[in-house]
């Protein structure tokens, strides 16, 4: 499984970015795919989770009502739209991934988005918010 993260950069407060992971690779029916992220001197963060098999979301409070998480299946790419960007949004955000054979399994493992759990991760691409 390879995941590709992109879409990082510098964007100043209040603006938008959207972050884009391209999945390939999976071999079961169902997979997670989430964006984490790390800023310096903090530990890492799930910041967000997807699900394949269904609507299984997941956000962090402090991006609830300013980031969306959505896939494409055709294209197995997972996207973060990113708004209302703060300097306490600058990490490095790394895309994430597991699979599995059972749905509610991945749902589960959604609603959990515990970085622990991920069996796949890409590079990180870095977002700095500043003005």
């Known amino acids: 499984v390879q995941l590709q993260a992109s879409g990082g950069g510098l964007v100043q407060p209040g603006g938008s970015l959207r972050l884009s992971c391209a999945a390939s690779g999976f071999t079961r029916d169902y997979y997670v795919i989430g964006w984490f992220r790390q800023a310096p001197g903090k530990e890492r963060e799930g910041v967000s989770c997807?699900?394949?098999?269904?609507?299984?979301?997941y956000y962090v409070d402090s991006v609830k009502g300013r980031f969306t998480i959505s896939r494409d299946n055709a294209k197995n790419t997972v996207y973060l739209q990113m708004t209302g960007l703060s300097p306490e949004d600058t990490a490095v955000y790394y895309c994430?991934?597991?699979?599995?054979?059972?749905?509610?399994?991945?749902?589960?493992?959604?609603?959990?988005?515990?970085?622990?759990?991920?069996?796949?991760w890409g590079q990180g691409t870095l977002v700095t918010v500043s003005s």
């Open positions: 994430a991934g597991l699979q599995s054979r059972i749905r509610t399994v991945a749902a589960v493992k959604t609603k959990r988005c515990d970085g622990d759990e991920q069996e796949y």
């Open positions: 997807i699900s394949s098999g269904d609507d299984s979301t």
